[in-house]
């Protein structure tokens, strides 16, 4: 691991990296964050009997959309062309959570960590939106990068 931050320069300043001079290359990576809830709110998710609505299929596309926008929230992403996005929302009775993982793809010159990250924290977030009328003490943590592969640093498998 490198132990230079590529989004500081010579001076100190923060800046773009240029990526022109880099391989164009299949990259994945794969994000996941938890929404922990109270059972009765985890039931209503399940059942479908949320006020607002479908709270998964809404935290779904909420999370695609805002990987397509990752370069508008985050001032140093670069735009991508990303190739592929999914987010799965799987409910978890035993810990009465909610977890979403993401994984994001493109063929390009940079990776798509920061897409994949961004599509899990707002998926989170729409969760919690649709619910907070009845249980505004949910917790939403332990987002991060599972796996990353392809470009010049190869690959990245998180420790369970």
Same mark, same amino acid.
């Given at each position: ?11 100190? !300043? ?28 985890? /039931? ?9 609505? !479908? ?30 996005? %999914?987010? !799965? ?13 993401? %994984? ?10 920061m897409e994949a990250l961004t599509a899990v924290s707002v998926a989170c ?31 990245? %498998? /998180?420790?369970?």
């Amino acid at each position: 691991m490198s132990d230079k931050l590529t989004h500081i320069n010579e001076l100190g !300043d923060a800046h773009m990296v240029d990526v022109s001079s880099k391989d164009v290359t299949t990259r994945i990576a794969v994000a996941e964050g938890f929404v922990t809830m109270e059972p009765a709110t985890l /039931a209503l998710v399940i059942e479908g009997n949320a006020k607002k609505g !479908d709270v998964l299929g809404t935290a779904r596309l909420a999370g695609i959309m805002a990987a397509k926008r990752t370069h508008e929230l985050i001032p140093l992403c670069h735009p991508l062309g990303l190739t592929s996005v %999914t987010v !799965d929302l799987t409910p978890d009775q035993e810990q009465n959570r909610i977890q979403v993982v993401a %994984t994001a793809k493109v063929t390009g010159q940079t990776g798509v960590e920061m897409e994949a990250l961004t599509a899990v924290s707002v998926a989170c977030l729409t969760i919690y939106d649709m619910v907070k009328a009845v249980d505004r003490g949910m917790r939403i943590g332990d987002i991060r990068l599972m796996e990353k592969s392809g470009g010049k640093s190869g690959s990245f %498998t /998180a420790t369970p």
